[in-house]
């Protein structure tokens, strides 16, 4: 299979399968989608949502953070990984918000990567999910399964290089869907290090599992 052709049957399969795709992470503004991405690096979903929920009680606003203390807002992220870190990021999040920004959540990825907590692959999440600007946040996810599909090639050995490869290829009004059919692709069937290659749907444009099963074949026929 062409490269265009497994990215056109990429496209294909999930538009019509799965036509909505958005974040599982729970937000109801910018603001909250910013805090929400900057609290689940190296950490699930499920747990930043059960935070926040009690989180934007107490702090709604970029006004509430850069008012706060470390000894204040440490107790609500405690339960998030590296929440010393992550807490001193929120508050400079909070105040470069309110003294740069009016308060306000920049829209350009040139802006948010300025925010204390906040690299390349946040901003091109918030860009995409908030606007729908054609960016691609390169997660684990996204990267282990671009690859094993073989949308890009095995020697995109960086996010970076990943994110130039799908760009590249996937039509705009494409990339900001693709960015979570890659994602929950990756978190319920294309698992890192058991794939559910049985129940997969997209096996017939998927490098990974043609070689496997060319390798399992082959051992088959030997024996």
Known sequence: MLKKQRYEAFIQHF??????????????????LLVAVVLSAQCTDKR??????????HFPTAAHLAATHFDELFPYIRSISYPNNKTKHLIGLGKMLMEDFGG?????????????????????VITSVVWQQPNMAVDTHVFRVSRRLGLVPLTAKTPLEVE??????????????????LILHG????????????ECSI?????HFEKTQGKVKKEESES
Do not use: D
């Open 203 to 207: 096996t017939h444009l998927c490098k």
């Open 48 to 57: 930043v949502n059960i935070v926040t929920r009690e989180l934007f009680k």
């Open 187 to 198: 978190r319920y069937t294309c698992l890192a290090r058991n794939p559910k290659c049985g």
């Open 104 to 124: 306000e959540v920049p829209s350009t990825v040139e802006e948010l990567v300025k925010l204390p907590g906040v690299g390349r692959k946040t901003a091109n």
């Open 15 to 32: 538009s019509e399968n799965m036509p909505v795709a958005e974040t599982e992470l729970e937000y109801e503004n910018p603001f909250q």
């Open 164 to 181: 130039k490869q799908l760009i590249k290829h996937i039509p705009k009004k494409y990339i900001h869907k693709a960015h979570h059919w």
